[in-house]
């Protein structure tokens, strides 16, 4: 596992700065790498084609983006919703300002891509809670030696420009569980650095450290798995495959497109060079004469047979369903797709218990936060995220099997069925609403036919 760990109780210094930022390096460089395949900026893109008289075809394939995009598509193309939310007006409200949809599709993104996606919180000038998902690349994350592997430290970095210089300077943000340290990396040196910050009343002052009043490391990670592997990591060597043989019959077609017409038993001069090049005709004096493209003998069908097999393993072993399969297309019963989207279904399962586990630490920071706030007592716990999948479903089943399971199950299990249902216990409230408003109704009915009846008696 990547991971950085260190002793609870070391002393964090300088030193021990330089030491993460060091150790995170190579960790950089594989999200960098990782996140160039997303942008189709593959490693194709870097071959060196000997003679310059060739074709350099560079076929760069996009299956990293559409791994990522289909497995991030399923996971989080329906928002979550939050069983209990409603009792916690200060959280819902955080979600809404946040935009907190948008801030899952993007740490599911960085998930698939890098192997995690980590969010940072932080409090605004209006003391509103904020939380935002950065670049897993510019942020160590820093774990104890613990069965549990808390988080002790985040060390946020990043390059900025500065103005009217031709340099760079590196920030440093050291997050523990108090306050954020700020410092400035120069080089091989990291020395503190003091920074401006705006308070609430819109008054600015220098410091080199500031409390957060999370109570805690303000930042969540949201693993992809275990392993910390990303969607499409473990194919990037068949995506690299595809690439070359994609490149390589392109040179050939190419070539077969700019072919040496070779003559025999007769010398062209230039004349006759050009009478051919108009003319698409050359005599020859005797029989012995022939002309013929000399050109490369291409096996078609071996050469498709193994870029489709790569095709078949890259989908297979990312465990991600080829779309635009006729097969895929025409599975119309809900059993038949479900058996297509079964890996993918696998995989996302440990999405979602790794990203209800990032969900449940932000709820947690947010409560630390809002307590101190309102002096509100909060249990996070109560909080429970409902993840629904975004994919095609069949209505007329899916009805069918709401209503033979009716009376053997509780209506929030068969609700939770059907797919037009994003959030049951709102539904489930809608019901009962709508319920109670009938009962009203035909009480109110039933209240007047009571009055015509007793005034009826009165007037005989």
């Known amino acids: 596992m990547r991971k950085i760990k260190l002793n609870a109780s070391t002393e964090i210094t300088v030193d021990v700065i330089k030491y993460i930022l060091e150790q995170h390096k190579s960790e950089t460089t594989r999200i960098k790498l990782l996140q160039r395949y997303y942008n189709n900026e ?12 060739k074709p350099q075809n560079k076929l760069s394939n996009g299956y990293a983006s559409y791994i990522t995009n289909t497995a991030t598509g399923y996971f989080m193309g329906k928002p979550i919703s939050y069983k209990n939310i409603d009792k916690y007006e200060g959280i819902d409200l955080a979600f809404t300002y946040n935009d907190e949809a948008d801030v899952n599709t993007t740490l599911a993104k960085n998930a698939s891509i890098c192997g995690y996606g980590i969010e940072m919180m932080y409090s605004d000038e209006q003391a509103n809670v904020r939380f935002t998902s950065i ?4 942020c160590a994350i820093v774990y104890d030696n613990s069965l549990q592997e ?12 500065v103005v009217g210089e031709d340099k760079t300077v590196t920030h440093v943000e050291v997050y523990d569980k108090e306050k954020v340290s700020f410092y400035v990396k ?21 410091m080199t450290e500031k409390e957060h009043f ?13 392993e910390l592997y990303g969607d499409f990591e473990k194919v990037k060597t068949l995506i690299d495959a595809y690439d070359k043989s994609q490149s390589d019959s392109a040179n050939d077609f190419e070539m077969f497109t700019h072919a040496m017409l070779v003559i025999s038993g007769y010398l062209v001069d230039s004349e006759d060079e050009k009478a051919i090049n108009d003319k698409y005709t050359i005599n020859f004096m005797d029989k012995e ?10 096996q ?3 050469l498709e047979n193994y870029k489709n097999r790569i095709d078949n393993d890259i989908h297979k072993f990312s465990f991600t369903p080829n779309l635009s399969d006729e097969s895929f297309a025409n599975s119309s019963s809900g059993i038949s797709l479900a058996y297509k989207l079964m890996g993918l279904e696998n995989v996302t399962g440990v999405k979602e218990a790794k ?11 947010m409560c630390n936060f809002l307590k101190i706030l309102t002096n509100d007592e909060m249990t996070y716990t109560e909080i429970e995220p409902v993840f629904i999948r975004n994919k095609p479903n069949n209505d007329v089943e899916e009805a069918d099997m709401m209503q033979k399971y009716d009376g053997i199950l509780s209506d929030e299990t068969r609700l939770s069925i059907c797919s037009k249902v994003d959030n049951v216990q709102k539904e489930l409230e809608r019901k009962k609403a709508e319920q109670e408003d009938m009962f009203s109704e035909e009480y109110s009915g039933l209240d007047n036919k009571d009055t015509t009846k007793n005034e009826e008696v009165k007037e005989v």
Do not use: C, H
């Not at 080089?187 to 008054?203: F, I, K, P, Q």
């Not at 004469?289 to 291409?298: E, Q, S």
């Open 42 to 53: 593959n490693e194709i893109m870097n071959r060196e084609y000997k003679s310059a008289n």
């Open 135 to 138: 670049d897993p690349s510019e």
């Open 289 to 298: 004469g022939d002309a013929k493209y000399l050109v490369k003998n291409i």
């Open 355 to 365: 990203f209800k586990k990032g969900l449940m630490r932000r709820i947690e920071l």
């Open 150 to 161: 808390n988080i002790i430290l985040a060390v946020r970095y990043y390059e900025e420009q």
């Open 186 to 206: 120069d080089g091989d040196d990291v020395v503190v650095e003091s920074v401006t910050v705006v308070g609430e009343n819109g008054t600015t002052s220098s």
């Open 300 to 302: 078609d069908a071996a």
């Open 214 to 226: 999370f109570l805690d490391v303000p930042v969540s990670v949201y693993a992809n798995n275990d």
